[in-house]
């Protein structure tokens, strides 16, 4: 018999960090088993990347302050520039302050360049935000539905379309179908935007996200948001394309031009970051393998997850405080995976396990018998 469920009196507190992150983390002066973030790679407190950005603390101080535009540019941030197109394969890049504002700097210098937007009804909130006050007509087609966005391709034919989408949605760990959305895209006429933020170093054969997961790096019109917090352990955003590009972002975008320089600490973990990244493709590789053993066994336990492979996995509910509860339970037994509560639209409650190539397997274990023991006890809820 299920026995009935309960919710403990206390509320979830917030999870404050005490130290660096990596597969613990000490949080509210405990130190825990860490399944939360997105620190895929574990490079957030990489030696030779501390390293870096504390040698360039001691050059350069903590800040330029001043934007780019004005008397902010070092030639750090030239080198990270250098190093971004490098690892990317493009004509340049521009870094600015941070990921979220990638989408916004991108759809200020596309403006014109499209009449109809048409994105992802569960699209980031920094996409939703970046077209906010938009002039040209928004259309939400379903989630991940290429066939629905064709249908209203189709209907409100005579746009030049822009389709916005997240690469990796950022909660559920689902990769957007760009093998679908691409040729309607191409055939329209249109542009395709990606938010890349969870799949930069993680998908594509050598890491450079979505496009390439799907072959299709080399395609016209497809341009990447992407960003140096996740993945590569670091901060900062960062658009890679043509020098065209590139010169209308530093030209047209009041969001780039009007905003502070990216400090030197995280500009020097950036390069550095770039290096490992190359060095060890292994880190890539390994996370994913690790993400999908771990997602079959939380299948076979019986819990509903997505079923792509990338190192978010969701655990899915339909009463918050089953989620909630959870999350609970595994914070009593030592372990971080959050309770998700995030402004991106959603209709199942969860928690979100973030697989880290830091992960040992002795972790993995504990996790998912924790898992299992809470399944046994309140059933399919
Ligand atoms: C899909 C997506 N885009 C953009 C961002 C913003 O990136 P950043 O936190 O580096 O500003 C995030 C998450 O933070 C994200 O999940």
Known sequence: MIEPFHIPDHKISMIVLSGAIGNFATVNGKTYSYFGGNNYLGLANHPLIKE???????KYGVNFSASRQTTGTADIHLELERGLSLFKGKDDSAVFASGYLGNSILIEVLRGGYSAIFIDE?????????????KASVYNYRHCDANH???????????????????????????????KIYPLVKRHNGILVVDD???????????????????????KN?????????????????????????????????????????????????????KVLSEHPELRTDV??????????????????????????????????NA????????DNGIIVPFMNYPVRHELHMIRITVSAAHTAGQSEVLLNLLKKWKLKYGNI
Request: proline share 5%; no cysteine; charged share 15%.
């Open 222 to 274: 497809i341009y990447q948001t992407e960003t140096m917090s996740k993945a590569m352990g670091g901060f900062g955003g960062f658009i890679a394309g043509s020098r065209e590009l590139t010169d209308l972002i530093r030209q047209k975008s009041a969001t780039y031009q009007a905003s502070t320089a990216l400090p030197p600490p995280v500009v020097a973990a950036g390069i550095a970051s770039l």
């Open 288 to 321: 994913l393998s690790k993400a999908t053993w771990l997602r079959e066994q939380v299948v076979t336990l019986g819990f509903r997850t997505t079923g792509n492979n990338t190192p978010i996995i969701p655990l899915f509910f339909d009463a918050p405080e």
């Open 122 to 134: 569960s699209a980031h909130a920094s996409i939703i935000s970046a077209i906010r006050g938009e």
């Open 52 to 58: 870096a950005a504390s040698k360039a603390i001691e």
């Open 149 to 179: 966005l064709g249908d209203l391709l189709q209907e409100h034919g005579g746009h030049l379309p822009l389709v916005i989408t997240d690469g990796i949605f950022a909660l559920t760990g689902e990769i957007a179908p760009l093998d």
């Open 324 to 331: 909630k509860s959870i999350s609970l339970y595994l914070g």
């Open 197 to 219: 933020a969870h799949a930069t170093g993680i998908l594509g054969k050598t890491g450079k996200g979505t496009p390439e997961h799907f072959s299709l790096q080399a395609e």
